[in-house]
């Protein structure tokens, strides 16, 4: 790897590490609080027509799919065009490479 990668690397590995960090805290957090409104609150009122609603996980779940699925197509699409313009950046980068290659001519 480049010297540019294992920096941009190292960045990704410490913003998923702050995210991480928050996950115990957060998940303590929240338990409290609802613990809390579960034992002063004699009576917690349904939503209504709450039966049509998604659960929080369904919703989760459901984006993160959704999220996952972007990211798959994004980076088709980017090394699609990465690759088309693969000669230029080649000769810029001072790489060797071939001729561009077309559907059609593959």
Do not use: H, Y
Not at 74 to 80: G, Y
Request: overall charge positive.
């Amino acid at each position: 790897m480049t010297t540019v990668i294992t920096r941009m690397t190292e960045v990704q590995d410490q913003v998923i590490k702050a995210i991480n960090s928050v996950n115990e805290p957060l998940t303590d957090a929240i338990t409290t609080a609802v613990n809390f409104v579960v034992e002063n609150v004699p009576q917690i009122p349904a939503v209504p027509f709450a039966e049509k609603f998604p659960t929080p996980k369904d919703l989760i779940n459901n984006q993160a799919k959704f999220a996952s699925k972007l990211v798959t197509t994004n980076k088709a699409v980017a090394l699609s065009a990465a690759t088309a313009a693969q000669p230029l950046t080649d000769q810029l980068l001072d790489r060797k490479s071939g001729p561009v290659r077309t559907k059609a001519a593959a």
